[in-house]
């Protein structure tokens, strides 16, 4: 694992025209390269080149895919795996003879697709008419029973039941259950047969239970006729697949290639092309092109140094280990080219805020089975939707789950009973019991959620510092507000808090180099813009006006005094959430366990004690992981993280999305 992102180095390379696809197929398998439109290199470089063009468009190649992905998700034939097939024995892709074959597939269940649809539509309807009798909506509804005069009962049925309804025709009385958006129509088909309604009040009472009997009735029979028929387009589909799998991974791979293809850019007889590459598979990249080619190409590497950092597509390199953390980082932004790797310290920083929030040893368990049980369904069903626990969430469970139990070690708690403590007994200072040693208060425990948070905040003060330097901003790294000064202002600050406190909130403290140093960091912080103008001109760059570096002086010391003062005061206080999360944690399980043995019955308190920890699990569980990531992106991350990357996407076989 890198402490940085990768070192990237970019790819321009020129090689025969006959060689073009050989190389193409090459580059995908091994999968490393982000591949870079030609038209965005210099302007010197693109003289006398032209575009890509296709036999086949993308979008076509593109539509077949997904046509042939419906079919097969259908009769639940996984993807293949096209990592390990040899692309270079597959057949000539043939897009007449595939659209063909999956027109006559399509073709042949049009017949069920129209059926499907019919019962849909009717099951739908009876769902609705359902739905607006159980809500007690019967203004939406048109309910008759009765007796036809002249003509036949069947024949008005037939008529009856092309409109949206639930009719009962076995037996007089006629029961009719429509839609009252309906009732002129149905009022016109009666009226030809002499319908006469019933005036008998026992028969109008029975009818809405009747009619809605017979709904739940047609429902299931239609339910029934709905899984017969996509069995039977499954089948239908399965008889194909010796087809329908080649076809898909040939079209893929095609699909993939043309993706490619689209950054190059041609002379008569040579193709060229270029991207991004990580520094550590350069030579590997170099050989596959010299040994495609038979060393007729020329190869040449850019290093990321010479190229503006944000022009640098970003790789983070992390132990699969800590992938659930990379995936937070990922959903808050790309860090910037040459930065830290956030995953291994997002990774430490939320295990702990959780560990403090969540601190049970038995309810940590049922964490890490939840996990390990989720992940395996997952494992076993890889093409079953994400539901309300998602692959992700399981995975970080397995996680959450013993980072809780270690935290019920230290402090002495398995379903909320207190147990020996290999720290402090966190239970029993929240009941107000008298504990030996150094914590034995609520304010010792909120004392210690200060001081963790602390350290965070200066963690990302050190990481923000480390990341200034390797950018060679050195005005920022020593003047800035989450710079050196920024620190040692925010060092003095604690000193003030801390003597305060010590006092019993009587006496601030006083020493004769505290004013001082606080007014020479002030004063660095003035002379910030000032510093910046100066250089900017030396560098004969647009500097403003002086007018424009007055206003600009006065209003950013403003911002930044405020912001070093209040912002971080409010950082650090806002970790004492985490002592009110694992104060609340507690005093709901106390709350709980003094509810079960309020019945003095064994079964009840265990039924009580039950819901309890079921409930405590799911809700604080959930607030102390929400609150843990909340800490990381707002406390944690805006002290040195600069999401300004673009995120490295390199081209392979395994890749899943193909977009412009």
């Known amino acids: ?98 659209r063909r074959f999956l027109d006559r597939l399509s073709g042949s269940l049009q017949s069920v697709r129209a059926e499907q649809k019919e019962l849909n539509e009717k099951l739908l309807s009876y769902a609705e008419i359902q739905r607006y009798a159980s809500e007690g909506k019967n203004e939406y509804l048109d309910l008759r029973t009765g ?71 047609l429902s299931d029979d239609i339910h029934g006729k709905l899984s017969e028929l996509a069995e039977d387009a499954r089948k239908k589909i399965l008889e194909s697949s010796d087809k329908l799998i080649p076809m898909w991974t040939n079209v893929r791979v095609h699909e993939l290639c043309e993706h490619v293809e689209a950054c190059f850019s041609y002379t008569k007889n040579t193709t060229l092309f270029s991207g991004w590459v ?49 995936r937070m980082v990922d959903n808050y932004n790309t860090p910037e080219y040459g930065s830290i790797n956030p995953t291994p310290f997002t990774a430490i920083a939320y295990m702990l805020m959780f560990m403090l929030m969540f601190a049970d040893i038995g309810q940590g368990a049922v964490l890490l089975l939840a996990g390990v049980i989720g992940s395996l369904v997952y ?155 100066i250089i900017r001109k030396s560098r004969k760059e647009d500097a403003g006006t002086v007018s424009h570096l007055i206003l600009s002086t006065v209003m950013e010391t403003l ?13 650090t206080l806002s970790f004492m959430r985490v002592a009110g999360l694992g104060i609340a944690h507690a005093s709901l399980m106390m709350a709980f366990y003094q509810l079960a043995a309020l019945p003095g019955n064994a079964i009840a308190f265990f039924i009580i004690a039950l819901l309890g920890n079921v409930l405590v699990i799911v809700l604080e569980g959930m607030s102390a992981g929400i609150q843990s990531l909340r800490l990381n992106y707002y406390e944690f991350f805006t002290k040195y993280f600069t999401g300004h990357g673009i995120a490295f996407e390199p081209v392979g076989l395994k890749s899943r999305i193909v977009s412009d």
């Open 147 to 217: 007796t036809i005069t002249h003509g036949n009962a069947k024949d008005l049925l037939s008529r009856l039941q092309i409109i949206e309804g639930i009719y009962l025709f076995d037996a007089e009385p006629y029961i009719s259950l429509t839609f009252r958006r309906d009732s002129q129509r149905v009022s016109d088909l009666m009226d030809k047969f002499g319908w006469a309604e019933s005036s008998d009040p026992e028969i109008q009472k029975n009818a809405l239970p009747e009619a809605l009997g017979k709904a739940r009735s």
């Open 278 to 326: 990580p520094a550590e598979y350069a030579d590997d990249i170099s050989k596959i092109i010299y040994d495609t080619t038979k060393g007729v190409s020329i190869v040449e590497w850019t290093d990321a140094d010479s190229v503006p950092r944000e022009e640098v597509p970003v790789a983070m390199k992390s132990p699969r280990i800590l992938r659930p953390f990379q």
């Open 379 to 533: 494992k076993k069903h890889p093409e079953k939707k994400d539901g309300l626990i998602s692959r992700y969430l399981c995975t970080l469970l397995m996680y959450l789950g013993p980072a809780s139990m270690v935290g019920g070690l230290l402090f002495g708690s398995f379903f909320g009973i207190q147990v020996p403590a290999l720290w402090f007994p966190f239970d029993a200072v929240v009941e107000g019991e008298s504990v030996p040693g150094l914590i034995n208060s609520v304010y010792d425990i909120l004392a210690i959620t200060i001081f963790f948070g602390i350290g965070v905040i200066y963690l990302g003060l050190i990481l923000n510092w480390i990341n200034l330097f390797r950018k060679k901003r050195y005005i920022e790294l020593v003047f800035d507000k989450n710079g050196i000064v920024g620190g040692v202002l925010y060092a003095a600050g604690i000193w003030f808090a801390y003597g305060f406190v010590r006092s019993g909130y009587r006496t601030f403290p006083s020493a004769p180099w505290f004013m001082p140093l606080v007014a020479v960091c002030l004063m660095m912080i003035v002379i910030k813009e000032p510093l910046e103008f």
């Open 559 to 571: 911002v930044e005094v405020l912001e070093i003062f209040s912002g971080l005061l409010s950082n």
């Open 1 to 98: 694992m890198s402490m940085f992102t990768q070192k990237m180095k970019m790819l321009t390379a020129v090689v025969m025209e006959n060689d073009r696809d050989s190389v193409v197929r090459a580059l995908l398998r091994k999968g490393v390269m982000e591949f870079v439109h030609i038209d965005s290199l210099p302007a010197d470089k693109m003289s006398r080149l032209s575009s890509h063009s296709s036999s086949v468009p993308r979008a076509a190649l593109t539509d077949a895919r997904v046509r042939i992905e419906t079919l097969m998700r259908e009769a639940d034939i996984p993807l293949p795996d096209i990592e390990s097939i040899d692309i270079d024995t597959l057949p000539q892709l043939d897009m007449e003879a595939y």
